[in-house]
């Protein structure tokens, strides 16, 4: 009879020595799962965001345009395209409690850009000399044939943003 290298049959232990390793091992392995489930490691990181939280609805945010960065001191910033009430804007939502609840922050809309089209936003979290949100994203103006790229920002301390904008690249080409 052929027995594969790789193949061991397990075998009872009829000895009461090995019946006691057998124990032993099965022990070792339950306090090994239980140490690891209570690790401070693991769990830090269980709670982190909490149980699912809905932040827009699929007839509100444009599929294609989630985008998100986490601050130094755990703040998390979400940005997201969305269409209200026919007008296109950008909304960031900022979490403070590791992403159980996420109250809007600030928003990029026909107020702060007028616009035909807001949308593909890129969130970054930028923090040293100046501790900033950035925010850019493709505009279409109202008399515009081409998207241009924007950069909006907004500093990370006040309660709701205040967004300054800059245009960075007019007039793109192959974005449409």
């Not at 061991?8 to 124990?23: N, T, Y």
């Not at 294609?64 to 998390?76: C, F, L, Q, T, V």
């Not at 501790?131 to 301390?157: C, E, H, K, M, Q």
Request: some cysteine; charged content about 15%; proline content about 6%.
């Amino acid at each position: 009879m052929y027995h594969s290298p790789y193949v061991s049959k397990l075998r009872p232990a009829s000895d009461p020595a090995d019946r006691s390793s057998h124990i032993l091992a099965v022990l070792l392995i339950a306090l090994l799962a239980l140490a690891l489930a209570a690790s401070p490691v693991h769990g830090q990181y269980d709670e982190i965001g909490g149980d699912d939280v809905l932040i827009a609805t699929g007839d509100t945010f444009l599929a294609y345009s989630p985008s998100m960065d986490i601050a130094e001191n755990g703040d998390i910033y979400v940005a997201i395209a969305v269409t209200n009430a026919g007008a296109p804007e950008i909304r960031v939502y900022r979490s403070q409690d590791a992403g159980d609840s996420w109250p809007l922050w600030g928003t990029i809309s026909l107020a702060v850009a007028p616009a035909q089209a807001i949308d593909f936003p890129c969130l970054h979290v930028g923090e040293g000399t100046e501790n900033r949100v950035y925010v850019a994203y493709r505009y279409r103006g109202p008399f515009d044939t081409n998207f241009s790229i924007r950069v909006a920002w907004s500093a990370l301390s006040p309660a709701v943003a205040s967004w300054s904008t800059q245009e960075v690249l007019a007039q793109a080409r192959g974005f449409e």
